[in-house]
């Protein structure tokens, strides 16, 4: 079983920066799909970065030109490199993986930004 762990949320204040952190228990090497989902209370957990095989990335507009997701193969890990960040973008921020049709998703970690 693939096991995804989440590190590197926190509180910060509006216009600081966080990178979240997701470990993988397995070669990510040939994942077809890494991403990045946010769900904020009282709304649907939704899409915000995602990497396809390779480097290919795509980002919700709403966080376009200030979070860059990356992977390292070597680590088995994938980053979320989070700037000005806006108090909007408080929420529990989960990882979620894809690998020969088996999807997975690591627990959560949670993003506060203060105003």
């Known amino acids: 079983q693939v096991q995804l762990v989440e590190s590197g949320g926190g509180l910060v204040q509006a216009g600081g920066s966080l990178r979240l952190s997701c470990a993988v228990s397995a070669n990510i090497f040939s994942f077809s799909f890494m991403g990045w989902y946010r769900q904020a209370p009282g709304k649907q957990r939704e899409l915000i970065a995602s990497i396809i095989i390779g480097t290919s990335t795509n980002y919700a507009d709403s966080v376009k030109g200030r979070f860059t997701i990356s992977r390292d193969n070597a680590k088995n890990t994938v980053y979320l490199q989070m700037n000005s960040l806006k108090p909007e973008d408080t929420a529990v921020y989960y990882c979620?993986?894809?690998?020969?049709?088996?999807?997975?998703w690591g627990q959560g970690t949670q993003v506060t930004v203060s105003s």
């Open positions: 979620n993986s894809v690998d020969r049709g088996q999807v997975y």
